[in-house]
């Protein structure tokens, strides 16, 4: 079965703090991970995913197969970067898309 | 605006009637995805269409729920005898997918908010 665990619901760091937003998921076979983003009074939209190896507005995610983790960082936090982090999971050749709780980031000056 | 859009943002409804949704995806997009979001969880996958076929179903979309996609664009989710249960955000979320692993990426809309009193 897919799931993906999300364990903090609310995670509170200062403005130049790193944040990671923790994600560990379990599956059978390959997955493919995600890390959506939803900014107040936004629709949810990518962030980025484990295929593409990229770094996005500053963070990035390593998928670790032995933790079965893929934890999202950044360095430095920017105010900007509070919203609601949704890490995801999809199976090689399926499309059942499955999401975590979310973590609610916040960013304090 | 040319992406997702989702169409009505808001019901109300009373337990025992009937609702209708409507997704228009972002034009030429051949997967369109229905999920629902209750508070404090992640989007729950409903559905998926390839074109105008409906791929897979969860086991959480019953027998009220039945969804289309007639020709292969827009596509209607109707709930059927709604319960105060199936007050949740609909999320429908479209992509292009060529094929092989990781190359659709799925654009979401804003949702409609169906409340059932």
């Known amino acids: 079965a897919q799931r993906v665990t999300q364990p903090e619901k609310l995670l509170s760091v200062f403005k130049g703090a790193p944040v990671e937003l923790k994600c560990n998921y379990s599956?059978?076979?390959?997955?493919?991970l995600f890390w959506y983003v939803q900014y107040s009074r936004q629709r949810l939209q990518l962030l980025l995913r484990?295929?593409s190896r990229e770094s996005i507005k500053g963070f990035t995610a390593d998928l670790n197969k032995g933790e079965t983790s893929f934890h999202l960082k950044k360095p430095f936090a920017q105010e900007e970067d509070s919203a609601m982090y949704y890490c995801a999971l999809r199976g090689y050749n399926n499309n059942d898309m499955r999401f975590g709780a979310g973590t609610r980031l916040t960013v304090k000056p | 605006d040319t992406g997702v859009s989702q169409d009505p943002r808001h019901k109300i409804t009373k337990r025992g009637q009937n609702v209708t949704f409507r997704c228009d995806p972002i034009s030429e997009h051949n997967r369109l995805y229905w999920y629902r979001q209750t508070l404090g969880q992640g989007p729950e996958f409903l559905t998926y269409?390839?074109?105008?076929?409906?791929?897979?179903k969860s086991r959480l979309l019953s027998d009220r729920f039945s969804a289309e996609r007639p020709k292969g664009s827009f596509s209607t989710l109707e709930i059927q005898r709604t319960e105060q249960g199936d007050s949740a955000m609909y999320l429908c979320?479209?992509?292009?997918?060529?094929?092989?692993?990781?190359?659709?990426?799925?654009?979401f809309g804003p949702g409609t908010r169906l409340t059932v009193l």
């Open positions: 599956y059978s076979g390959s997955p493919e």
């Open positions: 979320a479209s992509s292009l997918a060529r094929g092989g692993p990781g190359t659709d990426t799925q654009y």
């Open positions: 269409f390839q074109n105008e076929a409906q791929l897979e």
């Open positions: 484990h295929i």
